[in-house]
T-cell receptor, first 114, second 112 residues
């Protein structure tokens, strides 16, 4: 069975600084990878996904993520964080493109300092 | 964008009560899902449906039940709520390609 680990429970960055959120997965075949953002009191919103092809994927809100098979990682990045990015971020891995059957990580809470 | 609605947003009830959490979507999506999320924890799939009259249990065992009588409606029921059921419940659906999940805002359930 697949699994996903988000090593950082909580990250604090200053507004305007760059951001990287880590995600490591475990799955024997080609994974299907997702990043979601959850604002307080809201459901999750898809930021980006990787199924195949270019390993650097662009998402909404200026986020990008890079799939590195050798490291079993799918880290999320943003060059300049805005205060509105404060939220919880979830990485998810699936065994096919059916997003609903994904396995989710524990999440990383992002705090943005002014 | 899909619209998916969950009610109530918050629910505080006593032990032993029967409750139904409502979930509706207006995009005609066939596939719908219920997840349970404890604070600071990952989402766990507890139920899913691939269409009318189709329901399956998810990866996490749950005492709740679901029904899918209409495409747009996927309610979750607890016959006798207990404090261990206290959690956030998120409803979601996927588009035709199944590649994107659309989430509702969730129901925060507290059982006293």
């Amino acid at each position: 069975a697949q699994s996903v680990t988000q090593p950082d429970i909580h990250i604090t960055v200053s507004e305007g600084a760059s951001l990287e959120l880590r995600c490591n997965y475990s799955y024997g075949a080609t994974p299907y990878l997702f990043w979601y953002v959850q604002s307080p009191g809201q459901g999750l919103q898809l930021l980006l996904k990787y199924f195949s092809g270019d390993t650097l994927v662009q998402g909404i809100k200026g986020f990008e993520a890079e799939f590195k098979r050798s490291q079993s990682s799918f880290n999320l990045r943003k060059p300049s964080v805005h205060w509105s990015d404060a939220a919880e971020y979830f990485c998810a891995v699936g065994i096919n493109t059916n997003a609903g059957k994904s396995t989710f990580g524990d999440g990383t809470t992002l705090t943005v300092k002014p | 964008e899909a619209d998916i609605y969950q009610t109530p947003r918050y629910l505080v009830i006593g032990t032993g009560k029967k409750i139904t959490l409502e979930c509706s979507q207006t995009m005609g999506h066939d596939k719908m899902y219920w997840y349970q999320q404890d604070p600071g924890m990952e989402l766990h799939l507890i139920h899913y449906s691939y269409g009318v009259n189709s329901t399956e249990k998810g990866d996490l065992s749950s005492e709740s039940t679901v029904s899918r009588i209409r495409t747009e409606h996927f309610p979750l029921t607890l016959e006798s709520a207990r404090p261990s059921h206290t959690s956030q419940y998120l409803c979601a659906s996927t588009d035709r390609n199944n590649e994107k999940l659309f989430f509702g805002s969730g129901t925060q359930l507290s059982v006293l």
